[in-house]
């Protein structure tokens, strides 16, 4: 599987931007995927879960009521909804994909294929 993010880009706070994260191959509807950030000198975080079917979604709290994940299977397609940005959601973000054996995966090591990331800036 490979993943290709877009979207990314600079924003002021309050704004809005989405990104997408496009995955080869065609079994992508067998995979949960995931998204993660990581801001400079700190550790790649999880952001939200989204199983195979896109039924079930998890979040991290700091960005739970703001964010919102979503998958078209049929166009083998990932989508992060950032709403009310904040300065601290500066980071590149990267979306994930593993085989979805039915748990929830929010945790790095969970994941087996990553995309490159995309910068999201938040000014103040």
């Known amino acids: 599987v490979q993943l290709v993010e877009s979207g990314g880009g600079l924003v002021q706070a309050g704004g809005s931007l989405r990104l997408s994260c496009a995955a080869s191959g065609r079994t992508f509807n067998m995979y949960a995927m995931g998204w993660f950030r990581q801001a400079p000198g700190k550790e790649r975080e999880f952001v939200a879960t989204?199983?195979?079917?896109?039924?079930?979604?998890y979040y991290a709290d700091s960005v739970k009521g703001r964010f919102t994940t979503s998958r078209d299977n049929a166009k083998n397609t990932v989508y992060l909804q950032m709403n009310s940005l904040k300065p601290e959601d500066t980071a590149v973000y990267y979306c994930?994909?593993?085989?979805?054996?039915?748990?929830?995966?929010?945790?790095?090591?969970?994941?087996?294929?990553w995309g490159q990331g995309t910068q999201v800036t938040v000014s103040s």
């Open positions: 989204i199983n195979w079917s896109g039924g079930n979604t």
């Open positions: 994930a994909a593993t085989w979805d054996s039915g748990s929830i995966y929010s945790i790095r090591e969970n994941y087996d294929y």
